[in-house]
Antibody, heavy 125, light 108 residues
């Protein structure tokens, strides 16, 4: 069974850098798009962007373009999101999720079907 | 950007009752709409994809309908574990997918 395992919670100060990770357990990361989703405290879900680890093709949501960098290392089945200078407003839970899979009937399902457990990032002085 | 508006914001019902949640898109998304459930402290779970198809392992009491701009998630008879927040999400504008703001389904 494929799992996405994210790195642990982080507490950082404003201005610090950070890179969080999402490792896929089934050695199939390169076959799917991986999305990163932000959930601020008590709020809804927001897409940050997608990466296709096979060739590192990356697509950002406009609100996150220039604010974060999404990357992947296919050799270790891991995707990342990083910040160069954190702000208090980056405090949130961050999820990685697999986008697109073939179900048992061979039908392609274009949705987020497997989610990581989430990484809580707290930015506070 | 396609904006998804969910209603109501909060729905208060009792176990055994029928729940009807709505999602309206700012422009047509055809049938490219999914629904997710997020229980407190848990990760989101895919319920419905492409408007009306249940994901693997999702109970038959969950059903989705709609096309274009108006969509509905129906839970035919609420179980205690169904009280959660529900999000709709469109993929018509992929990769610029968007989520609705959520409907909180609470126990009355």
């Amino acid at each position: 069974e494929v799992q996405l395992v994210q790195s642990g919670a982080e507490v950082k100060k404003p201005g610090e850098s950070l890179k969080i990770s999402c490792k896929e357990s089934g050695n199939k990361l390169t076959r799917y798009w991986i999305g990163w989703v932000r959930q601020m405290p008590g709020k809804g879900l927001e897409l940050m962007g997608f990466i296709y680890p096979s060739d590192s093709d990356t697509k950002y949501s406009p609100s996150f373009q220039g604010q974060v960098t999404i990357s992947a290392d296919k050799s270790i089945n891991t995707a990342y999101v990083q910040w160069s200078s954190l702000k208090a407003s980056d405090t949130a839970m961050y999820y990685c999720a697999r986008w697109g899979y073939y179900n048992s009937s061979g039908i392609h399902v274009a949705a987020f079907d497997i989610w990581g457990q989430g990484t809580m990032v707290t930015v506070s002085s | 950007e396609i904006v998804l508006t969910q209603s109501p914001a909060t729905l208060s019902l009792s176990p055994g009752e029928r729940a009807t949640l709505s999602c309206r898109a700012s422009r047509s998304v055809s049938g490219f709409l999914a629904w997710y459930q997020q229980r407190p402290g848990q990760v989101p779970r895919l319920l419905i994809y492409d408007a009306s198809n249940r994901a693997a392992g999702i109970p038959a009491r969950f059903s989705g309908s709609g096309s274009g701009t108006d969509f509905t998630l129906t839970i035919s008879s609420l179980e205690p574990e169904d009280f959660a927040v529900y999000y709709c999400q469109q993929r018509s504008d992929w990769p610029l997918i968007t989520f609705g703001q959520g409907t909180r389904l609470e126990i009355k």
